[in-house]
């Protein structure tokens, strides 16, 4: 039995590029971050994704996406942290993050 945190994303038309840009997304240090302030953690390993938290998260409607896809697409388990990185990147350039932003939320958000 799955309790209230046992939500499912779906995507018009099965555009399966939608959703692999939504989880790049999700993914992200900067979406962490957001959801870090708002929401409890379990420890270090995790967040509760609760829906009326997850909502608050902004994720711009397709920017960037053709270069996320690239990068996602090219991610395989031996390269999982340097195309993590730099989807990091992209994401800060996104959110024209400056570098004293971006270093703030690394210190914030120490993952591994």
Known sequence: MVGNT???LTVPNNDYDVLMYLLAFLNSRSMLYSLNKITTRFDNNGWRWLRQFVE???????????????????????????????????IAKIYNFTLDEIQYINSCLPID
């Open 6 to 8: 046992g939500y499912i």
């Open 56 to 90: 608050e998260l902004r994720v711009p409607p397709l920017v960037g996406k053709e270069d996320i896809l690239k990068i996602v697409n090219g991610t395989t388990k031996e390269n999982q942290k340097e195309r993590s990185e730099t989807i990091d990147c992209v």
